[in-house]
């Protein structure tokens, strides 16, 4: 600890032996030197105000040192305690002001060592597959290390040619230890099986270094993991795509994420690597246990279900704003943080997300691919069931039917060991009131509707039923649905952007031609959908293939009905 006590008792920091390493000012040292008598004192942490107060006796002389702050943090020798994660240069000075900060890792270990110098590893042969993590492990280190100090000075901050100089160091000894290893090492097997890239590989070893270390870290989150493997601005928007979905990454299915809130309302992914190929690295000698079943192979051998893999997410679908606003509230009270803050606090058992949702509102505005796009958002699969099928001829079997619709679902949630959206599409005679007992009809429907009624209650997972008409629903099955979301059509807007996304790109239109025209017409995507195929298939049989307004508009005419002038009169105009 010689460095250390001669940094704590040197009245003057310029001559001590560690300043030199420092590449800061005498003054940014002497705050350096304060924390640093405080931390062996015991306190780990400061608020910014009260370190500023203690060295700057004069009135308000210390609102004019807190760049001195800020530059340490830049330095990498503090670090912001507690804060939500942000560039210090996004912070502004009063906020820093109220903030807490502590001496780094990195600041610690030059006080103990005296040196930054990092020692590489010998070359030699890896002995196993954890000789081989730890060096890989040491080089994200040294990746998070130089993020950091790019983070502010890019190119020209302090030390930054020494760690750029050791990483290329460290990844040339890697190599050369493999070279010379016989034994099989189980990441590198990976690497080569999957044909991962270096920017792949890299932000693999990082989520399987807080693997190893039981983190929840920062390592975890997106930005983070995007920062280390760019060296600038346009690289950080570019490698974005390593970890959106359909990059390897992820369409393979070694590593996925889950969306959760953070502080400020917003949505953000943190990852992890797949279970299945976190065990095989983990623990490579352990037997593999008998792989849970595919939930796709199991719905193929039963007739009940449709199996749905979402392709769209909530942000590709259109929705009419109010519609969109109370999605996203749904969404953020479905947060897995959430449901696991309500289990601690003993208020729900399961740690698994619970909701039970209606979509009500017009055919053709959303509510299946809605369906589909939440499920997406959830990271999980559907299983579809198209309720008008349960009636049956033969008395009694209907109400065995919907007790099967509830048990066979659990029983496919069991073998698969997944958790899929439950989704009822026209559940409207299971919701709607339920009648007199007058005829045996009636005693059937409304045992049906009680048998429908108890499944519901005990429920687990996430179930959507959607409905066109929500005014006839039973006030037994009101209550227990946690939400009811109405689908509105969408508004004048929202009909450009449908427009947009489904008119085909490689088409040829009129000169003059006019989305806007086409979307005063008070159409749902579904009728949009729907106008825009027959036009296709009209415009495609013509030996010139342009589409035109007319052959819209005509169209639109048959979907509209007979009375097409009147209506667009009377109310089919801008919203």
Request: net charge negative.
């Amino acid at each position: 600890m010689e460095y250390l006590i001669e940094f704590v008792k040197s009245d003057d920091v310029e001559k001590t032996k560690i300043f030199k390493d420092l590449g800061c000012s005498v003054e940014q040292a002497q705050v350096l030197q304060f924390l640093t008598l405080r931390y062996i004192d015991g306190s780990e942490d400061s608020v910014v105000l009260d370190i500023l107060q203690a060295l700057y006796k004069a009135d308000y002389e210390y609102l004019q040192k807190i760049d001195l702050i800020k530059s340490l943090i830049d330095l990498g020798w503090l670090v912001q305690v507690n804060f939500v994660q942000a560039k210090v240069d996004e912070v502004s000075k009063l906020e820093l002001l109220n903030t807490n900060v502590g001496l780094s890792t990195t600041f610690l270990k030059l006080l103990e060592d005296g040196s930054l110098e990092m020692a590489l590893p010998d070359v030699k042969p890896y002995t196993d597959h954890l000789e081989y993590l730890q060096d890989q492990f040491f080089r994200v280190e040294l990746l998070v290390q130089l993020t950091n100090l790019r983070s502010n000075y890019n190119e020209d901050a302090p030390n930054i040619n020494r760690l750029k100089n050791k990483l290329t160091l460290l990844k040339k000894r890697i190599c050369q230890r493999l070279e010379q290893s016989s034994e099989k090492i189980i990441v590198e097997e990976f690497f080569k099986k999957n044909q991962l890239d270096e920017k792949e590989q890299i932000i693999f070893l990082a989520l399987l270094r807080e693997e190893y270390a039981g983190n929840e870290g920062n390592l975890r989150e997106m930005n983070s993991l995007i920062e280390i493997v760019s060296h600038d601005e346009y690289e950080r928007i570019k490698n974005r795509a390593l970890l959106e979905d359909g990059s390897k990454l992820i369409a393979q299915n070694l590593i996925n994420y889950d969306e959760i809130l953070n502080p400020f309302g917003g949505i953000s992914r943190s990852f992890f690597i797949d279970e299945e190929v976190l065990q095989d690295i983990m623990h490579p000698q352990k037997k593999k246990k008998v792989g849970k079943l595919k939930l796709n192979a199991l719905v193929k051998e039963q007739d009940m279900f449709e199996y749905i893999e979402p392709k769209t997410t909530i942000d590709d679908v259109v929705l009419h704003q109010d519609t969109r606003k109370t999605l996203d509230t749904i969404l953020k009270q479905m947060d897995k943080e959430v449901h696991k803050k309500l289990k601690e606090w003993g208020v729900k058992e399961r740690k698994n997300v619970d909701a039970r949702i209606i979509f009500y509102g017009s055919p053709g505005t959303g509510k299946t691919l809605t369906a589909y796009s939440l499920a997406k958002s959830l990271r999980r699969a559907v299983l579809s069931f198209d309720c008008s099928k349960i009636l049956s001829q033969y008395v009694g079997e209907s109400e065995k039917n919907v007790r099967s619709i509830f048990d066979t679902y659990n029983d496919l949630c069991k073998k698969s060991k997944s958790e899929p959206v439950l989704l009822l599409n026209e559940a409207d005679q299971f919701l709607s009131s339920r009648g007199g007992v007058g005829h045996s009809t009636d005693k059937m429907y409304n045992q049906m509707q009680n048998i429908f009624l108890e499944q519901i209650e005990k429920f687990e997972g996430i179930l959507i039923a959607t409905t066109n008409l929500l005014q006839n629903l039973d006030k037994a099955f009101s209550r227990r649905f946690n939400y009811k979301l109405e689908f509105k059509k969408p508004g004048y807007e929202q009909r450009i952007r449908l427009w947009q996304l489904m008119l085909p790109e490689n088409a040829d239109y009129e000169e003059g031609f006019c989305i806007e025209e086409l979307a005063k017409y008070a159409l749902t995507g579904g009728q949009i959908n729907l106008i825009l195929k027959n036009t296709a298939y009209s415009v495609a049989v013509r030996e010139e293939s342009v589409f035109k307004m007319n052959d819209f508009k005509a169209e639109i005419k048959k979907e509209l009905g007979s009375e097409f002038e009147n209506e667009k009169a009377m109310g089919f105009g801008i919203e």
